[in-house]
């Protein structure tokens, strides 16, 4: 399919990760992940990782390159994701780009001008955060940028953080450095989107399966890695309601409960910011069989592969 890339979208808990994997296995392919908390290793239930013997020996790139103590960050995902894209193009393979963590996705397949960092900027605006909350700093951000503040969800304290130290290292608007949807190569966009009480039906029996499966558990081990000491691992959902298990903060019922009603809220993102991609052709995982979902998906990718 020459240097066609596809990729899988959509909110958590419709089948990306499974339908990434089918696509791979019917075009000859290898999956690129682009799950934030999935590029973690050790974090396996509470971000629903396909075990390895659930892959069908599909390789599978950008899943497990992190230790719990370090940070995600966008710039490095994209310069190794990109770099697993052409390689696997080399190889002759169709790359797979699979995740819900939409600023990654648009990393790897749109132009993007990741902005530079500054960590002592960056600990100075998160002082004040903590110290006084995100009110003032969203204030400072509508002055200085409307757009990007309009933008940003009111109560997301790192996003304006990162605005307003984008703003201060480039004298540019934050706004102007938002991604363009622009693909960097031919991409065909799929996406997974269906019926929304399903969807948290899944999560709510997905949330339960996790604590059932041994996350509190997995946490522990975790926390002797240094997951406390990780500041973007530690935070991942989940992942934060069982350390309050661990630290009697909460029962498991009330920690099920919580993961399942955040991971509502993230799924709502996710519909957002998914949604408003005109590029992604959507499909219903929940409409007819797999192997239907399947037909379907590959037929579309292999006709805009050929002809868009």
Known sequence: MGDLVVAVVGPTATGKSD?????ARRLGGEVVGADASQLYRGMDIGTAKV??????????HQVDVLDVT???????YQRHA???IEAVLARGAVPVVAG???LYVRAALDRLEIPPTDPGVRAA?????DRGGVATLLAELRAADPQAADAIEPNNGRRVVRALEVIALTGRPFSATMPTREFVRPTVLVGLRGDRGMVDDRIDRRARWMFDAGLVDETRGLVDLGLREGRTASRAVGYAQALDV???V??????????ALRTRRLVRRQESWFGADPRVRWFDPFAGSWDDLVDRVVDHVTHNGAHG
């Open 19 to 23: 339908l990434a994997i089918a696509i």
């Open 51 to 60: 075990p390895l013997e659930d892959r069908h020996g599909i390789p599978h």
């Open 70 to 76: 370090q940070e995600a960050s966008v710039a490095a």
């Open 82 to 84: 990109r770099g697993d």
């Open 100 to 102: 819900g963590s939409g």
């Open 125 to 129: 605006l998160q002082e004040r955060l």
């Open 246 to 248: 661990i630290d009697g």
């Open 250 to 259: 909460v029962t498991v019922d009330e920690a099920v409960a919580d993961t």
